[in-house]
């Protein structure tokens, strides 16, 4: 470092090598997460014919909706209602029982916490597959296959140990102050949680329920063994009705998919920076 | 209560009115967690319980009353090929995914955290692959993977790597072919936890470190990767248990076929239960599921006591 104008030079270009490396990474790394699924749009764009050339082509010729509107009939409609719905009453029931159980576990004066907390995450990470006969066995005999409210039921299994655990995360992160001069203020313990923190803790519950409507938007297995009666189908379960015995209607599979993530897409929008604070603090917390 | 009541209690008979409302609140709590444990023990711990017992049953499809055969499910995997090529391919599936999404996932977050137009829109839109449906990631890299309409064989004859290969269909091939895309699929989550992580890296650190002469790599390395560990060592113990339990991918892009050649426990479950009808073996499998999978519990609870995730 001897002149002014000599180090400058050489940090100018340093800073120009560190931007090109950075958009040169970044543009990798979007190629890498967004390649497949322009695949995804480009295919749901294509007329038939073109989906079936090979070598395959790279953007539509004549691009089409078509795929989109044949998807668009009343089955497919049939299917995202249920989906909305069974993913909607597991996200409500699986909250409100996690929030009761939230007032015992994760409330300073709670004993029973830890214990509970870790009875928590060990369901959470048994195997789904290995709980699945069982549930099987037992909503068959009770007549609770091709129902909304056994798979809403066998949903929680894997949904209500997340919730509590997330729910957890953010509740205990809420001064314990605050629930004491509520107190003080004449509050029953058990009002001053749900008038206070439940309400401060709002944003989590948020994340919390948008973690939960995902997982059960997602599922596959349980609607598989669950579900045989067409009407009933969920929309994962529906998309494969696309996959026939001899072809495969590509275009429409395509335009399905793409529909499918669309309200995923939207919920998470609103919801994205709670959501990836709970994960970081809550469930994985460093 | 008014609030001229409770300064009122706060005085004199503090402790007997105290002990009473501890009481009253000791019954609250019992009430609230009440309902959702016994929804617990209902839907885990009894199938749970359920799946021990069925594990040492046989039963078939045209003699469904399960009788007591002992260990005979059990000894009967253990002398199964099938039994050990699951065992394989599910330790090759876990640690290879769980490998690739920490890696990608560092690199990601490492890219996530350099500074370029665009950036917050990226850090947003990374997680897509994550959060959608397993089905429609297999469906769509079933068709990229497509030789003949599929974009992926075509890419390498241009690269003039070969083609004309049907990864899904060969033996040899297939099983790599689902990893990945699960990799593609769950490493944004990995980037997510350690972009956030990178973040809490204090910069004094960061700043000390280069004024003691330490390099870029040096800083990363004995600076920013210690700081961001317990992070790291969750998101992996996590991703192994995740891994290991995940079913959809393979189920619909191979079905554990060809052969057994991506058959994992989740799939083989599911297949011996629901297409062989043999209850009593599918649980036997599923018992030793849940026994390889005790070891990572026990880790991830241990990790989350020592980053005092479990204490308040």
Request: glycine letters at 8%; charged letters at 10%.
């Amino acid at each position: 470092m001897t002149t002014a104008s000599q180090p400058n030079r050489a940090r100018r270009a340093r800073m120009a090598r560190s931007r090109l490396v950075s958009y040169g990474a970044a543009i990798v790394l979007t190629v890498v997460v967004f390649g497949p699924l322009y695949w995804m749009i480009n295919t749901a764009l294509k007329p038939a014919d073109e989906i079936f050339s090979s070598p395959p082509l790279w953007f539509p010729l004549s691009p089409t909706f078509s795929n989109f509107i044949d998807t668009l009939d009343p089955v497919f409609i049939r299917y995202i209602g249920n989906s909305l719905l069974v993913a909607t009453l597991t996200t409500v029931v699986c909250v409100l029982f996690a929030l009761l159980a939230g007032y015992a576990v994760s409330r300073p004066s709670g004993k029973s916490g830890k214990s509970v907390i870790v009875a928590v995450l060990i369901s959470q990470l048994l195997p789904p597959a290995v709980l699945l006969v069982p549930l099987y066995k037992t909503a068959d005999t009770l007549g609770l296959l091709n129902s909304f409210g056994g798979l809403i039921v066998a949903y929680l299994t894997f949904t209500l140990p997340v919730a509590i655990w997330l729910l957890h995360g953010f509740i205990t992160s809420i001064p314990a102050e605050l629930e004491e001069s509520a107190q003080v203020d004449g509050l029953s313990s058990f009002r001053a949680y749900f008038k206070v923190i439940v309400p401060l803790a709002r944003p989590g519950i948020a994340a919390t329920a948008a973690y939960i409507f995902f997982t059960v938007w997602q599922d596959f297995m349980f609607a598989l063994v669950f579900l045989t009666d067409q009407d009933m189908r969920t929309l994962p379960l529906g998309v494969l009705g696309y996959i026939g015995a001899y072809t495969v209607n590509w275009g429409q599979l395509m335009a399905a998919s793409t529909m499918l993530l669309i309200p995923i897409l939207v919920i998470f929008a609103f919801v994205q920076k709670q959501f990836i604070a709970g994960l970081t603090a809550g469930a994985v917390k460093g | 209560m008014t609030s001229s009541l409770a300064l009122k209690i706060r005085r004199r008979p503090r402790l007997r009115k105290q002990s009473s409302y501890r009481r009253r609140e000791l019954a609250l709590q019992i009430l609230c967690i009440t309902p959702p444990l016994l929804l617990l023990a209902g839907l885990v711990g009894y199938p749970v319980v359920q799946t021990l017992y069925l594990s040492v049953m046989k039963s078939t499809l045209i003699d469904p009353e399960p009788i007591f055969v002992g260990l005979r499910n059990f000894a009967s995997i253990f002398t199964s090929a099938q039994f050990w090529a699951v065992l394989v391919n599910s330790v090759i599936w876990t640690i290879g995914i769980t490998i690739g999404q920490t890696v990608l996932g560092l690199l990601a977050a490492l890219i996530l955290n350099r500074k370029f137009i665009g950036r917050t829109a990226l850090r947003a839109l990374v997680v897509i692959p994550w959060v959608m449906p397993g089905v429609i990631a297999g469906i769509l890299w079933k068709l990229l993977y497509d030789p003949s309409l599929g974009p992926i064989d075509q890419l390498l004859s241009f690269l003039g790597i070969g083609g004309g290969v049907n990864f899904l269909g060969e033996p040899s091939t297939a099983l790599v072919a689902v990893m990945v895309v699960a990799v593609w699929k769950g490493f944004p989550l990995s980037a997510v936890m350690y972009t956030a992580a990178y973040q809490n890296v204090p910069d004094e650190l960061r700043e000390a470190a280069r004024l003691d002469g330490a390099g870029r790599w040096r800083v990363f390395t004995s600076v920013v990767l210690p700081s961001m560990a317990p992070t790291i060592r969750s998101t992996v113990l996590l991703t192994t248990v995740w891994t290991f339990n995940y079913f959809d991918l393979t189920y619909v892009m191979t079905q554990g076929g060809p052969g057994y050649s991506t058959e994992i426990f989740p799939t083989a479950i599911y297949r011996i239960a629901f297409q062989d009808v043999d209850y009593g073996l599918s649980s036997a499998y599923g018992v030793i599921s849940v026994a390889i999978l005790s070891v990572f519990t026990v880790l991830y609870l241990r990790q989350l006591n020592k980053s005092g995730s479990l204490s308040r």
